[in-house]
């Protein structure tokens, strides 16, 4: 295939996405339908079908595709010549902003998702252990003495992190996601001190 086919095709897909979470953000995922994604992504329905089975494969592709985008803004945060208190903070607080800064991505990921049943909770909680993963790393890797973080433990503060995120969507304060820094992170401090 050439550069440009490829492009093309990535370039049809990312449209996609953005088209899935506009709509679904307007109309919820239950009346969301295939022609409403294809015309907000300017694409053919064919081209939607070339890169996706329904739109359940589309959403679940929209939220790996973000959550991703959040992991890497959790990575890029860390600075080693910090100790791992202040990396955590650090991170917590990107993590929060990028969140808050797509409101309508943000509720498709967070109430959406949850309408697909088995297959966006799977995709929900592979997302959480990969988060969590980074988080056993970062914490893990400090000095601090402490017992060493557990998967579970990781995964409690991460779904308990998810909870006030869902919160905040729903009481429409979104903008204010970063506040909830201090909180994370002193759960955090407070469950690695034991």
């Given at each position: 295939?050439?550069?440009?086919?490829?492009?093309?095709?990535?370039?049809?897909?990312?449209?996609?996405?953005?088209?899935?979470?506009?709509?679904?953000?307007?109309?919820?995922?239950?009346?969301?339908?295939?022609?409403?994604?294809?015309?907000?992504?300017?694409?053919?329905?064919?081209?939607?079908?070339?890169?996706?089975?329904?739109?359940?494969?589309?959403?679940?592709?929209?939220?790996?595709?973000?959550?991703?985008?959040?992991?890497?803004?959790?990575?890029?945060?860390?600075?080693?010549?910090?100790?791992?208190?202040?990396?955590?903070?650090r991170a917590i607080n990107?993590?929060?902003?990028?969140?808050?800064?797509?409101?309508?991505?943000?509720?498709?990921?967070?109430?959406?998702?949850?309408?697909?049943?088995?297959?966006?909770?799977?995709?929900?909680?592979?997302?959480?252990?990969?988060?969590?993963?980074?988080?056993?790393?970062?914490?893990?890797?400090?000095?601090?003495?402490?017992?060493?973080?557990?998967?579970?433990?990781?995964?409690?503060?991460?779904?308990?992190?998810?909870?006030?995120?869902?919160?905040?969507?729903?009481?429409?304060?979104?903008?204010?996601?970063?506040?909830?820094?201090?909180?994370?992170?002193?759960?955090?401090?407070?469950?690695?001190?034991?």
């Amino acid at each position: 295939m050439h550069d440009w086919a490829l492009s093309t095709s990535q370039e049809h897909r990312s449209r996609l996405l953005r088209g899935m979470a506009a709509v679904v953000a307007a109309k919820g995922y239950a009346d969301t339908t295939i022609a409403d994604i294809v015309r907000e992504a300017s694409v053919s329905r064919r081209t939607f079908y070339e890169h996706f089975r329904d739109k359940a494969e589309c959403l679940i592709a929209l939220y790996e595709a973000a959550s991703r985008n959040a992991l890497r803004v959790l990575r890029e945060a860390i600075d080693p010549s910090h100790g791992w208190e202040e990396q955590v903070e650090r991170a917590i607080n990107a993590y929060l902003r990028c969140l808050a800064s797509n409101p309508v991505l943000l509720r498709t990921l967070f109430v959406e998702i949850q309408g697909l049943g088995h297959g966006g909770l799977e995709v929900r909680r592979a997302m959480h252990r990969e988060i969590g993963d980074f988080l056993l790393q970062l914490v893990n890797a400090g000095t601090a003495p402490r017992s060493p973080m557990t998967p579970e433990v990781a995964m409690v503060l991460i779904g308990g992190m998810h909870e006030l995120v869902l919160q905040a969507i729903e009481d429409g304060r979104v903008e204010e996601l970063p506040v909830l820094t201090g909180t994370a992170t002193r759960l955090l401090k407070a469950v690695t001190r034991t």
